[in-house]
């Protein structure tokens, strides 16, 4: 189970058992010992191990256009209307209407959980073509946190990558996930955004996935999501209440871990 998840070849597995780092329901496992994959928690290195087979992981690359929602009252399109309709999947955090870019799509509630939470400070990377001056003052501001009308910004990674006619397209990186947020710093210091588009959740980035295409992420790139999401968010930010897990389906036959 532990190969099939990622973590390396089944002798790599087995030393990793035998080493005391493997763990279900927090208790350590033996070589020999079977787990439900829907029903027990397997931890390396107290990282969760995705186990269950009814889970499935979508990287989309979201076009304009679309709502970041399940269902729309407006009856506008829906990010779910671009990837497979069955298992039923919900969106991780929000891109909105008019931003596009990577946009993770799963039935796995635990990570939703992890990457949305600000305590755990999963970073997400924008690149954002503003017109307005992206001075040396402009960026030292972003890096340092800006007051916007819901309290200050935590320090985000900022940097110029090109400058041309008047247009200049900024990186930022932020841990936070207030509503429009990028917008909002962006106008804060004076710079209006013309197109805004996330590259990267963490770990996970893929430049060359067309805009409106989806992929499986890799076990790999779930396993780095989870270990991105252990490290705990250094300004102490308050943790909201989790959205519910998606129901279980039926239980699978229990397996061995390696």
């Known amino acids: 189970m532990l190969a099939r998840a990622g973590l390396g070849s089944r002798r790599a597995c087995e030393a990793l058992i035998e080493a005391g780092r493997v763990r279900s329901d927090g208790n350590p496992v033996v070589l020999g010992d079977r787990v439900d994959p829907l029903r027990d928690r397997l931890t390396v290195d107290d990282v969760l191990v995705v186990t269950r087979p009814d889970l499935v992981y979508y990287l989309l690359q979201?076009?304009?256009?679309?709502?970041?929602?399940?269902?729309?009252?407006?009856?506008?399109?829906?990010?779910?209307?671009?990837?497979?309709?069955?298992?039923?999947?919900?969106?991780?955090?929000?891109?909105?209407?008019?931003?596009?870019?990577?946009?993770?799509?799963?039935?796995?509630?635990?990570?939703?959980?992890?990457?949305?939470?600000?305590?755990?400070?999963?970073?997400?990377?924008?690149?954002?073509?503003?017109?307005?001056?992206?001075?040396?003052?402009?960026?030292?501001?972003?890096?340092?946190?800006?007051?916007?009308?819901?309290?200050?910004?935590?320090?985000?990674?900022?940097?110029?990558?090109?400058?041309?006619?008047?247009?200049?397209?900024?990186?930022?990186?932020?841990?936070?996930?207030?509503?429009?947020?990028?917008?909002?710093?962006?106008?804060?210091?004076?710079?209006?955004?013309?197109?805004?588009?996330r590259t990267k959740i963490g770990p996970v980035s893929d430049l060359r996935l067309p805009t409106g295409d989806w992929r499986h992420l890799e076990r790999s790139e779930v396993r780095a999501l989870y270990e991105a999401a252990h490290t705990p968010d250094p300004t102490g930010a308050p943790v909201p209440d989790p959205a519910p897990d998606p129901a279980p389906n039926p239980a699978d036959e229990p397996q061995t871990p390696h």
Not at 73 to 86: A, K, M, W
Not at 102 to 113: K, Y
Not at 174 to 194: D, F, P, S, T, Y
């Open 62 to 197: 979201k076009p304009v256009g679309f709502v970041t929602t399940a269902s729309d009252p407006q009856g506008r399109e829906t990010v779910v209307e671009l990837v497979p309709d069955d298992p039923r999947v919900f969106p991780v955090g929000r891109l909105d209407r008019d931003t596009e870019g990577l946009l993770i799509l799963t039935n796995d509630g635990d990570l939703a959980q992890l990457l949305t939470h600000p305590r755990h400070g999963v970073e997400k990377t924008y690149l954002a073509e503003v017109t307005g001056a992206v001075t040396p003052a402009v960026l030292r501001s972003l890096r340092e946190g800006i007051e916007l009308d819901d309290g200050p910004t935590a320090p985000a990674r900022a940097r110029l990558r090109q400058e041309d006619n008047g247009r200049s397209a900024l990186e930022l990186t932020i841990h936070e996930g207030r509503k429009r947020q990028v917008r909002r710093m962006c106008k804060a210091m004076g710079l209006r955004v013309e197109r805004l588009v």
